[in-house]
């Protein structure tokens, strides 16, 4: 290779690096889906700068009424958000809305609306090809699968199912609530946690048919109320936050069964704790090393170190929140910063996790934002 060859290759090289330190330090965007019963009027958008916390003012990126959790579809081109209502278009549902990304400013552009298949949708997920959207309805105690056409556009919901049973708390499980689905890694199965009925419901999901054909449940303590899920990088283990007894339960989880297996169960808040308090939102980091769930009403994060040996959990502490109320939070995908939703706080606030023991450190200050439900980071590179 001749001197000037390899000078120019040299500086290639450097630039690549360059571009992607940059890209690196870019600040990415967040999305937050609000309640509008008070002054929000939708879904708000942001930057944050991941090395300082530094935020730009929230504006206004699409209107809606009641959304209440948001999901990014694969292609970073479109977003869709839960209308968290009780009836849309006559009849006892409530609605998903799609909205295309706009690539330069980040604002959303309504493109439609779909019934959701039951009352009071709460919960969203978009699978890795982009082809459905998964739904999880509270109050109809229902979930479904909404197809996503070629230009991000809803179609009617191609399966719907509904959950059946109680549990023993007459105020809270008087029928089903389902209050989240979840695709595992393969896909192959999707896992909805239901409140009212104690039940983990599992079915088996077919992509190109947009169904959902029933499979199996894993079962909690009477009167837990799971709220959401997550799932270990492995695979191998899911961790179910339990909204009314406030503990976290550790499953084994065999993708190619599609089977949970009772691991252990934990409290989510501080010994000795005698408050009132309801669990919220729970996270695995992405290394696979930490599980984080949040209190509202103790208002802290309770941090678990994981045993990657066995998936079993060893209590590492709280950490106060900084806000009132924190119904959810994300880990952006770098696994450096969690960004947290205070509902009845009205701010949004930023943790810095310290990547060898887990600890969260808040850092950049707080958004005033009126009754935030959700966050969604989206990547800087989208």
């Known amino acids: 290779m001749t001197p000037l060859c390899s000078c120019l290759r040299a500086a290639v090289l450097c630039l690549v690096v360059a571009s992607l ?9 967040v999305y937050v889906g609000t309640y509008t019963d008070g002054t929000s009027k939708g879904i708000y958008r942001f930057s944050l700068d991941l090395e300082t ?24 081109r479109y977003l869709y ?11 006892a549902t409530g609605s998903v809305i799609a909205f295309a990304i706009d690539p330069k400013t980040g604002d959303l552009t309504k493109l439609d609306e779909v019934a959701s298949g039951g009352a009071g949708p709460c919960h969203l997920s978009v699978d890795k090809a982009g082809k459905n959207v998964l739904v999880a309805n509270y109050g109809g105690g229902t979930v479904a699968v909404l197809p996503i056409g070629p230009d991000g556009r809803l179609e ?5 199912r509904v959950h059946e049973g109680k549990g023993k708390d007459a ?28 039940r983990v419901f599992v079915y088996a999901y077919d992509a190109q048919k947009g169904t959902l054909e029933p499979h199996g449940a894993g ?14 990088p492995s695979g191998r283990y899911a961790y179910v936050i339990d909204e009314l007894d406030s503990t976290v339960s550790a499953f084994g989880y065999d993708a190619a069964k599609g089977e949970l297996t009772p691991l252990q169960r934990l409290s989510a808040l501080p010994l000795g704790f005698g408050g009132t308090s309801y669990t919220a939102e729970i996270e695995v980091s992405p290394d696979g090393r930490f599980v984080y769930g949040s209190n509202r009403g103790h208002d ?17 502490g709280h950490v106060p929140i900084g806000g009132s109320w924190p119904r959810h939070f994300k880990i952006e995908a770098s696994g450096r910063v969690l960004i947290a939703a205070h509902q009845r706080g009205g701010t949004v606030g930023f943790f810095r996790l310290d990547p060898k023991t887990g600890e969260p450190s808040a850092f950049g200050g707080k958004l005033a934002i009126d009754r935030p439900a959700c966050v969604l980071p989206v990547p800087a590179h989208r």
């Open 219 to 232: 079962v909690l303590e009477p009167g837990a109320g799971p709220r959401h899920l997550a799932f270990h």
């Open 171 to 198: 105020s809270r499980q008087d029928k089903p609530h389902a209050h989240g689905i979840y695709l595992d890694a393969a896909e192959r199965f999707a896992l909805a946690p239901d409140l009212g009925t104690d």
């Open 53 to 76: 916390g530094k935020a730009t003012a929230p504006v206004l990126a699409g209107a809606a009424k009641n959304p209440s959790f948001l999901a990014l579809h694969p292609s970073g």
């Open 21 to 29: 330190a940059r890209a690196a330090e870019a600040p990415i965007t």
């Open 156 to 160: 009617k919901a191609s399966s719907v």
């Open 81 to 91: 958000a839960v209308s968290e209502i009780d009836s849309f278009g006559g009849a």
């Open 300 to 316: 802290s994060l309770a941090v678990f170190r994981v045993d990657p040996a066995s998936g079993r959990l060893t209590a590492a």
